[in-house]
């Protein structure tokens, strides 16, 4: 059993953040990531982080009330607006934070950090590193990390929470260089571990993106939010979904269907292609519903080449190697073929802008969490911002709360339980003649996600979807393990994640089926507009053992100085 | 359905029952866009759940997935079979390095020896309230080192490595180069003890083994031999004043 006052389980952005602030005020805090923490999917954004500095010539007047007005309207109000108001004032100082730490902004002549035009923003406000803002500032907090001392457990798939009396008193993980469970207790536990974008066969997550954190906090108890607001991001390559920073068509790349037009005009004519993410993605999978995709196939063109070799080089070297390594196309001098893919879990565990969740002692932050921030659709540029702000409250708030705690000695007895919970459930599964196989039963779950919660949703097609995701849950119960030797199992953890998984895919397709409007990225055909008088509030989605599926409840939206209205772009 | 065969080289130092190295040969379906590591994953998938490897972003920017690929150092995900040439893929974890299982090397000593070369930015002055200025012309010097996603390909490429275990390698070096060129770094004297010495810069002997492997085509010997300089011209500018 090993002991830490802090386990922070996840070794991105959020983790790294909460685990620096914690560290700063002297608590002896723990990294558990299932990758080395330098390794994270925070490293694969691309395009940059929101603050308003002002930077930019053009910018003069901008503020951080614009910054949070753009933000609350791009989610289609849904977001609370005290939690978008407090990140977007907190965005200017961390910024500046990360570059006294070292984070290598690109830079304007006068020696400030570069910002760059994003989808649904009034002004140039995304600060960047070329097309590789996220790797950058994943190091620096790495090396933060490094620099502090906090303790690194790397490769550590936590595979369990440890609840005692509902107070969250640590985690299980397996070692996966040693082999076995081994019992982590803390006083707190903050989650950091992500997004589900894996539940989707169409995604340009990491293939670690699998939700499990969110997964874990459920089964603890803690609800999920909002999981049915799913942002197609409208530029994955066509044959991998691989990311193309929304960067790019900031830096001034065109959309084009098959007759060569810039179609956004029809869409969106005052932004064009720099419209929020949700009407982009919708406009895209119309024209290729309609025919228009390029020869009639489903893709549309990114079309750069008009920016030229020098800019491109520049400003886009990162998706220029993407492009040519994942799809033998150079976009100096050839059009990308793209397609929208799923790219981020706007809800998540459901928390207060300190991180904290229902659960006493366990807190959430970054893509697993839902504050909410970015409402029912997220705007390019605020998840990085989202995974500091709020890693960096959550670090704080944990501070706090040990500081308060009277009783700082986790149950030992309950840690060795869940433990023992975790090794036979592995026996099982090992000792198990079920026919089923846990990959195919993965593939299909992804599938049904793509095809049928997927930018535009029926609610026909939806109940299809929630009645084979309730059949796929069923066949969970009759898979083996390959393989049961203790070191490196990826057929174990892959078998032990997919459950999780699963259910995480019903808190999106039950709250999206139940969701009867249209509001961001969750647009039905049957039910065009949106439904303030009946919708404008958060979804929340319990657990409930032994019943496929969750129980849905509500929880009222934080109004604020922004007043709903139709959003036009 | 055309094939391709993948050759893979597996050990489990660790199994009493199956520890010595060997060499395994699976069969999988073929088509032009299939990765090494779409592969890998087939077979883990399809054929035989034992196989280990590491994975993340399948986008080669993580680090993750270094490995020798037919003789060569390559990232699992960002290889095209069809570009291998062949209808063979001989597939090998990243040579000279401890092994933990099949194509999973133990990285311990590449990150100890990262964390060694204090790799943050070290500042002395106070901060400014905003950012520290530096301009385009400082902030390019930094567009090469930044990019390692410390794959470990150059280390275990590096023959002085082999020689000295405890030589830190050209990942650490580069990054000892990264924030030495850092307008905003003030750390030089702290860290030139850690690598002016026959364990850092001098025990390179620019073979440029690493600038072969690195997938990210870096070239970490240039940001050694950067050092070398820099640390004579320290020596001229201490003996002799600044001219």
């Avoid at chain 1, 390794?39 to 308003?52: D, E, K, L």
């Avoid at chain 1, 989650?191 to 974008?197: D, F, I, K, L």
């Avoid at chain 2, 660790?14 to 866009?33: A, L």
């Avoid at chain 2, 085509?217 to 002799?240: C, D, M, S, Y």
Wanted: proline share 5%; with cysteine; net charge neutral.
């Amino acid at each position: 059993m090993i002991h830490h006052d802090l386990i922070v389980v996840g070794g991105g952005l959020a983790g790294l953040r909460a685990a620096v602030e914690a560290k700063r005020s002297g608590v002896d805090v723990a990294i558990l990531s299932q990758v080395h923490p330098g390794r994270s999917h925070s490293g694969a954004a691309q395009g940059g982080i929101n603050a308003a500095l002002a930077n930019d010539p053009g910018s003069g007047d901008d503020t951080w009330e614009k910054h949070a007005f753009d933000t609350v309207k791009g989610g289609d109000y849904l977001g609370d607006q005290d939690a978008v108001m407090q990140m977007t004032k907190d965005a200017i100082g961390v910024i500046y934070e990360m570059d006294h730490w070292g984070c290598p902004f690109s830079r304007y002549d006068d020696g400030r950090i570069a910002q760059r035009p994003f989808g649904g923003a009034g002004y140039p406000r995304t600060c960047y590193g070329a097309d590789k803002t996220g790797h950058y500032l994943l190091h620096t907090l790495v090396e933060q990390a490094y620099k502090l001392g906090i303790k690194l457990y790397v490769e550590q798939y936590v595979a369990k929470l440890t609840v005692h009396n509902g107070v969250c008193q640590g985690v299980v993980a397996y070692d996966m260089i040693r082999g076995g469970f081994e019992a982590f207790t803390a006083n707190a536990v903050v989650m950091a571990t992500g997004g589900a974008g894996r539940t989707y066969s169409n995604s340009t997550n990491a293939l670690i993106n699998t939700g499990g954190g969110m997964a874990l906090a459920y089964y603890a108890g803690a609800p999920l939010k909002d999981m049915e607001f799913v942002q197609f991001h409208p530029t994955g390559l066509y044959s991998t979904n691989i990311l193309m920073t929304e960067g790019a068509r900031g830096e001034g790349g065109y959309l084009i269907n098959d007759l060569g037009e810039r179609f956004m005009e029809r869409y969106a004519p005052k932004s064009m292609e720099l419209a929020p993410r949700d009407i982009t993605s919708r406009s895209i999978q119309t024209e290729i519903n309609e025919g228009r995709g390029i020869g009639g196939k489903g893709y549309v063109f990114l079309d750069l080449r008009h920016l030229g070799a020098e800019k491109i080089i520049e400003r886009l070297p990162g998706i220029r190697d993407l492009a040519i390594h994942f799809e033998g196309v150079d976009p100096i001098e050839a059009p990308i073929p793209i397609v929208p893919s799923q790219h981020y879990s706007m809800g998540g565990i459901d928390t207060d802008v300190n991180g904290a969740t229902a659960m006493p002692g366990l807190y959430a932050a970054g893509e697993c969490a839902c504050v909410s921030v970015h409402g029912a659709n997220r705007l390019g540029g605020n998840s990085l911002l989202e995974t500091i702000v709020f890693g960096r409250r959550a670090g704080a708030e944990v501070v706090r709360y040990l500081g308060d705690l009277k009783e700082k000695r986790p149950n030992a007895r309950s840690a060795f339980a869940a433990v023992q919970a975790m090794e036979a459930r592995v026996d099982d599964l090992g000792a198990s003649t079920g026919t089923e196989d846990a990959y195919t039963v993965r593939a299909e779950m992804a599938g049904v996600m793509k095809e049928h919660f997927g930018v535009f949703r029926d609610g026909i097609v939806m109940k299809e979807g929630v009645d084979r995701l309730m059949a796929i849950k069923e066949r969970c119960g009759m898979i083996g393990l390959r393989w049961t030797g203790s070191v490196f199992n990826l057929d174990m953890i892959r078998t032990v994640e997919l459950e999780g998984m699963i259910d995480v895919a019903l808190t999106i397709a039950v709250g999206a089926l139940a969701r009867t409007e249209s509001r961001g990225a969750h647009s039905r055909t049957d039910h065009c507009s949106r439904d303030d008088a009946n919708w404008l509030k958060h979804t929340l989605a319990y657990y409930q053992p032994g019943v496929a599926g969750p129980r849905l409840d509500a929880k009222p939206v934080t109004l604020g100085p922004f007043e709903p209205q139709e959003r036009k772009y | 359905m055309p094939t391709m065969t993948f050759r893979i080289r597996r050990q489990d130092p660790h199994s009493k029952r199956d520890p010595e190295p060997r060499w395994d040969e699976f069969t999988v379906p073929y088509e032009s866009s299939l990765t090494v590591l779409e592969g890998l994953f087939y077979i883990q998938e399809k054929l035989d759940g034992s196989l280990s490897f590491r994975y993340c972003c399948r986008a080669s920017v993580c680090g993750s997935c270094a490995m020798y690929i037919n003789g060569a150092y390559r990232l699992a995900c960002q290889t095209n079979v069809k570009h291998l040439g062949g209808d063979v893929v001989t597939v090998a974890p990243m040579p000279r390095l401890p092994l933990v299982k099949d194509l999973v090397c133990d990285m311990d000593d590449f990150f100890a020896k990262y964390e060694y070369i204090k790799p943050w930015l070290i500042r002395n002055s106070p901060d400014p309230e905003q950012e520290i200025r530096q301009s385009p012309k400082e902030r390019k010097k930094l567009d090469m080192p930044i990019d390692c996603i410390l794959c470990g390909c150059c280390y275990s490429s590096c023959p002085s490595v082999w020689g000295e275990e405890n030589y830190l390698g050209p990942a650490a070096l580069l990054k000892v180069h990264r924030f030495e060129v850092d307008s905003r770094d003030e750390g030089w004297k702290e860290r030139l003890p850690r690598w002016k010495n026959e364990r850092g810069v001098y025990r390179c002997h620019t073979i440029m083994n690493c600038v072969e492997a690195c997938p990210k085509e870096l070239n970490p010997t240039e940001g050694i031999q950067w050092l070398k300089l820099e640390a004579v011209h320290a020596v001229r500018r201490r003996l002799f004043g600044r001219s």
